[in-house]
């Protein structure tokens, strides 16, 4: 497709049950972000892959959480052990690996979790 | 640390009214600042984006504005029509954009008739 898809678009789960989040680049980004959004808390940037270099894993908020991406494309989000607390939209973005500043950011509509 | 912070939260406007989020960053190396828009069950979109070598960047209806020694910079949206309704984010990165944007906590914007 021509957008960046995210599945599943809703995710119930029960505390303390593990989920895995799935995305879906613009074939030809290399560059591939999650982003966690939370009511009143704008866009919290969790990992980041560029290419072949090692992920920028700074943003995830406890080991709970971990991500790959498969052949440079397709980036799976794990989070173990869900907590209440982990209830928000996972946003994946891609974006190409140069002149980032023009084209941006394309958004996936993202995954709603909701943890119970 | 929230290293952008935005406001107001929400701001509600008369259509043909001119709303204004404004954002204060803290991080000096940050040379990239674009604003994003997002729908109700939509990912954010770019809408328009700055560089610090200029004040002020026009693209149709929308409008930054940018005070470098200030650390600030605004988004304004010129005639403003119901189906501008929808939250905004600025966001602000280095390296001209290609590292990672770390983002306000978004403005949601309500345009009424």
């Known amino acids: ?116 | 640390q929230q290293q952008v912070k935005q406001s107001p939260q929400s701001l509600i406007v008369q259509k043909g009214g001119i709303p204004i989020i404004n954002c204060a960053y803290e991080n000096t190396a940050f040379d990239y600042f674009p604003w994003y828009q997002q729908f109700p069950g939509k990912g954010p979109a770019l809408l328009i984006a700055i560089r610090p070598d200029v004040s002020e960047k026009k693209e149709g209806r929308f409008t930054i504005s940018f005070n470098k020694s200030a650390k600030q910079f605004s988004l304004h949206i010129m005639d403003s029509q119901p189906g501008d309704s929808a939250t905004y984010f600025c966001a602000a990165s280095h390296n001209f954009g290609n590292e990672k944007l770390t983002f306000g906590t978004g403005t949601r914007l309500t345009i009424i008739p």
Do not use: M
Request: aromatic share 10%; charged share 20%.
């Open chain 1, 1 to 116: 497709g021509a957008g960046v898809s995210q599945s599943p678009s809703n995710k119930v789960t029960e505390k303390g049950k593990d989920v895995e989040l799935r995305c879906d680049p613009i074939s030809g980004h290399t560059a591939l972000y999650w982003y966690r959004q939370s009511l009143g808390q704008g866009l919290e940037f969790l990992i980041y892959f560029q290419g072949n270099s090692a992920p920028d894993k700074s943003g995830l908020p406890s080991d709970r959480f971990s991500a790959e991406r498969t052949g440079g494309s397709v980036s799976t989000l794990t989070i173990q052990r869900t907590q209440q607390e982990d209830s928000a939209v996972y946003l994946c973005a891609s974006s190409f690996s140069r002149d980032r500043g023009r084209y941006g950011y394309t958004f996936g509509s993202g995954t709603r979790l909701t943890v119970v």
